[in-house]
T-cell receptor, first 111, second 114 residues
Framework: RKEVEQDPGPFNVPEGATVAFNCTYS??????FFWYRQDCRKEPKLLMS???SGNEDGRFTAQLNRASQYISLLIRDSKLSDSATYLC????????????FGAGTQVVVTP | DTAVSQTPKYLVTQMGNDKSIKCEQN?????MYWYKQDSKKFLKIMFS???????INETVPNRFSPKSPDKAHLNLHINSLELGDSAVYFC?????????????FGPGTRLTVL
């Protein structure tokens, strides 16, 4: 079983719609969680950290469910510029900074 | 100013050659990484240095050798290049090993081995 699993998609989303997807992780000792965004042929960039109580940043909402070991990302009012691959990233305790990356969920926002 | 930079951006070379990729960060971070992203888009960690000391050394062929001359630089040397080495190599840096520290990635080096 992979350490971090994501639905690869693609999720085809009409502009203005809402899209949500999850990521599951296997290490229950994981301490911190992130969503990164990667555009085609570009480097990953931090979208947002995920806090235990859930957090929102504009149109983006991240949730953490420790009991079921998953995190989620919801994008409201999707824009064309939201088209990208979203990487789920998990940082286990005592991992010497070895982040665990999911393979990414591709989102395609269409006009 | 670019936070994490890599050179070259593109590298096309023949099988069997030896090549190096350089990485520099101007963020004052203590920790640096090398990742490989293959055609399946999965990011795999290769190495990590913290304060110039190797702390993560994943199962990669010993043809790959990292070198950190100082905290701001982490270079990757690859000997006897093989077709399977073709991938995008990303350097990243992080303030330190605290769990909430964000990683900043360089723009990537797209290596093609012919």
């Amino acid at each position: 079983r992979k350490e971090v699993e994501q639905d690869p998609g693609p999720f085809n989303v009409p502009e203005g719609a809402t899209v949500a997807f999850n990521c599951t992780y296997s290490n229950s000792a994981s301490q911190s969680f992130f969503w990164y965004r990667q555009d085609c042929r570009k480097e990953p960039k931090l979208l947002m950290s995920v806090y235990s109580s859930g957090n929102e940043d504009g149109r983006f909402t991240a949730q953490l469910n420790r009991a079921s070991q998953y995190i989620s990302l919801l994008i409201r009012d999707s824009k064309l510029s939201d088209s990208a691959t979203y990487l789920c990233v998990v940082n286990p305790t005592d991992s010497w900074g070895k982040l665990q990356f999911g393979a990414g969920t591709q989102v395609v926002v269409t006009p | 100013d670019t936070a994490v930079s890599q050179t070259p951006k593109y590298l096309v070379t023949q099988m069997g050659n030896d090549k190096s990729i350089k990485c520099e960060q101007n963020l004052g971070h203590d920790t640096m990484y090398w990742y490989k992203q293959d055609s399946k888009k999965f990011l795999k960690i290769m190495f990590s240095y913290n304060n110039k000391e190797l702390i993560i050394n994943e199962t990669v062929p010993n043809r790959f050798s990292p070198k950190s001359p100082d905290k701001a630089h982490l270079n990757l040397h690859i000997n006897s290049l093989e077709l399977g080495d073709s991938a995008v190599y990303f350097c990243a840096s992080r303030l330190g090993l605290a769990v909430n520290n964000e990683q900043f990635f360089g723009p990537g080096t797209r290596l093609t081995v012919l």
